[in-house]
């Protein structure tokens, strides 16, 4: 059974960086055709996405998030990281991450095979 579980702060200053970790375990991020993604909820908005990496390593991003977006990932850890520059208080919202077998850019959770939790993160001086 394939788990993910999103990792660090809950807090992040204004104009720095938001970094956050997705763990995976009972499966293999490397895994054939298999893309892993990361998504938010802002407060009373629409779940949004906002990019993907997949098995192979290649990156895709929202457009309006592109300039500002990197997804990376460490198969020796078995997770996936992304990282959001420059933040602002309207980049606040729950983070997820997502995954599975050919699944990406969908904007409903429940159309991924798996599924964090979501942690929230608020951007405030």
């Known amino acids: 059974q394939v788990q993910l579980q999103e990792s660090g702060p809950g807090l992040v200053k204004p104009s720095q960086t938001l970094s956050l970790t997705c763990t995976v375990s009972?499966?293999?991020?490397?895994?054939?055709?298999?893309?892993w993604n990361w998504l938010r909820q802002p407060p009373g908005k629409e779940l949004e996405w906002i990019g993907y990496?997949?098995?192979?390593?290649?990156?895709i991003y929202t457009p309006s998030l592109k300039s500002r977006t990197s997804i990376s990932r460490d198969t020796s850890k078995n997770q996936f990281t992304l990282q959001l520059t420059s933040v602002t208080p309207e980049d606040t919202a729950v983070y997820y991450c997502?995954?599975?077998?050919?699944?990406?850019?969908?904007?409903?959770?429940?159309?991924?095979?798996?599924r964090g939790q979501g942690t929230q993160v608020t951007v405030s001086s």
């Open positions: 009972g499966g293999s991020i490397t895994a054939y055709n298999h893309y």
């Open positions: 997502a995954g599975g077998v050919g699944l990406a850019t969908m904007t409903t959770l429940n159309e991924y095979d798996y």
């Open positions: 990496i997949e098995y192979s390593g290649s990156t």
